[in-house]
């Protein structure tokens, strides 16, 4: 997620979101719900129900559904469209001032109105409290909100920044009741209250339950009369086995690449259903630019010719990924495929060798590779080692992989330990900034060393200050071309999103899209 100082939790297979997909749900929420209750089971936990907050995919899942914000995503949608709000626009040209009007009859899910005095204090109170595992860093750009009355929110922005409504309508812009939430300190009790289509009745350790919001005003329309949510805690095989016995109705978040080939190639007795589609999430292998071997060009440039991605994700992923080849995945504008044109799909051993005779190295290169064993899912591992026996088969490196709890991992980057390490990104919204201003903009979330004073100075800023974003692809072609050239990261693999459900269950196309809302409204069981 964007510009923070921790990458999210990756699922186990390749991501979760289907790809863009002509839905419905334009409706009014029904008060109660309708239909029967549905149990989801996933690997991520929910760190957090408090918005300020809790800045991975379990508690996003969480906002989506238990918070408004100002304006969402619809099914299948990367356009953000009026939610809380009746209307949003920028009021200027310099897209620095942004005004929203807030529908009538708004309440929250305690009857408690909701106005724009709820909606400043939630953006302020994000900002104030600044929390490490929180939103707030998405919003650099903002310098102050105005509830000039109660139903008009007036923000103003710092510097111009076209992508603004985006990043609202994600969970980071989730509303909170000012009469429930302390403004300077985080919520602890488990507890949440918001103006979404659903409220939150318990949370533990093993489960959150849901029911439907009575006093729900926006564009969901609910088909189910509620929705379980059991944590399995990274143990796909608990979840599987779940979900095969008919104890959860969908496997979210945490099958295994094997368990999802495994389903799809059982006949039908077993009763799941695999529902597949495209994602943004995305995997890269990250360079220190200060370190005594990555540091130096030809050595990554070496890598880049002798990465095989194909085998990885035949071998690895068992086909529930797809190469890539751009720091922009395709599905969002402005994708090219500058690695691919750089450096070719099929491994060149001869190319590799060019270039790192041209650095002046003639010996074998020693180079440890860096994971993690669960934040971006167990195949993790298996993956680095995979790589570093095709960087060992051409002959150029000798290549090991060290793999450290996550805790370790992160503060051994952000101390600069590691030469060459793996990140995974799951983005805030679906547009090409969220791919780019948070790995290679000021104080760049890779801690990598890496700075472009184009990029920086130049192609960042003018690309968030554009309000037609396709008028965007030339700036953002430029930058994919600079990254291929200098090589602070080398992009591996974009997502397949996969989930499981007993063949009973509905709705689940339109739960998974690029923009990453998992959306309980439309889930229905037969």
């Known amino acids: 997620m964007n510009m923070r100082n921790q990458w999210p939790v990756l699922p186990v297979v390749a991501g979760l979101a289907s790809g863009l ?72 040209t ?51 909100v105005e509830a000039p009355d109660a139903k008009t929110v007036v923000f103003r922005l710092k510097v111009p920044d076209a992508t603004f409504p985006s990043k609202i309508a994600s969970g980071a812009g989730s509303i909170v009741d000012h009469t429930q939430y302390d403004g300077n300190k985080l919520r602890k009790d488990g507890k949440a209250v918001g103006s979404g289509p659903y409220k939150l009745d318990s949370y533990g350790d093993d489960k959150a ?27 796909p095989s608990a979840l599987k086995k779940a979900l095969l016995d008919g104890r959860i109705d969908i496997a979210y978040r945490g099958l295994s690449a094997g368990d999802i080939a495994g389903i799809e190639n059982a006949d039908n007795s077993s009763k799941a259903e695999v529902v597949e589609g495209s994602s943004a999430e995305v995997q890269h292998l990250v360079f220190n630019m200060k370190d005594p071997v990555a540091g130096k060009l030809g050595v990554r440039k070496a890598i880049a010719y002798l990465l095989d991605r194909d085998a990885l994700i035949k071998d690895v992923y068992q086909g529930t990924a797809t ?28 190319k590799a060798a060019a270039a790192l005779r041209n650095e002046g190295i003639t010996g ?69 900034d969220n791919f780019t201003a948070p790995f290679f903009g000021r104080g760049n979330v890779l801690s990598n060393h890496y700075s472009n004073s184009t990029i920086t ?58 923009s990453t809302v998992f959306r309980f409204w439309e889930l229905s069981k037969g």
């Open 94 to 144: 310099s897209t620095k001032v942004y005004r929203c009007t807030l529908k009538d009859g708004l309440k929250f899910s305690n009857g408690d109105p909701l106005t724009s005095e709820d909606v400043k204090f939630s953006f302020d109170r994000m900002l104030k409290i600044n929390d490490a595992a929180g939103p707030a860093i998405m919003f650099p750009m903002l310098d102050k």
């Open 209 to 235: 339950v849901f029911s439907v919001n009575g006093n729900y005003k926006g564009n969901a329309k609910t088909k189910n009369s509620g929705v379980t949510l059991q944590f399995f805690h990274g143990k």
């Open 457 to 514: 100075g130049t192609l960042i800023p003018r690309t968030a200050a554009e309000s037609d974003r396709a008028a965007t692809d030339n700036d953002y072609g430029r930058l994919q071309d600079i990254v291929a050239d200098q090589l602070p990261v080398l992009p591996v693999w974009q997502a397949k999103q996969y989930a499981v459900t007993r063949q009973n269950v509905y709705g689940l196309e339109y739960c998974l899209d690029a």
């Open 323 to 350: 190469p890539l080849y751009s720091i922009i995945p395709a599905g969002i504008a402005g994708h090219n495929t500058a690695f691919f044109d750089t450096y070719g799909a099929s491994p060149s051993p001869a």
């Open 21 to 92: 997909l002509t839905g419905c749900g334009t409706g009014s929420s029904d008060s109660g719900g309708t239909g029967s209750s549905v149990v989801m089971g996933m690997s991520d936990d929910v760190l957090a129900t408090d918005p300020a907050s809790g800045y991975d995919p379990g508690s996003w899942l969480l906002f989506d559904n238990v918070f408004q914000s100002l304006l969402s995503f619809p099914d299948g949608g990367t356009e953000p469209e009026p939610e809380a709000a009746k209307s949003c626009a920028f009021t200027d």
């Open 364 to 432: 074998k290169v020693k180079l440890t590779l860096w994971s993690t064993p669960s934040r971006y899912g167990p195949a993790t591992d298996q993956e680095l080692k995979a790589i570093a026996g095709q960087l060992n088969a051409s002959g150029l490196f000798d290549a090991d992989v060290k793999s450290v709890a996550f805790d370790q991992y992160e503060k051994d980057i952000a101390k600069g330990k590691y030469g060459v390490y793996v990140k995974g990104w799951v983005p805030d919204y679906p547009d090409a």
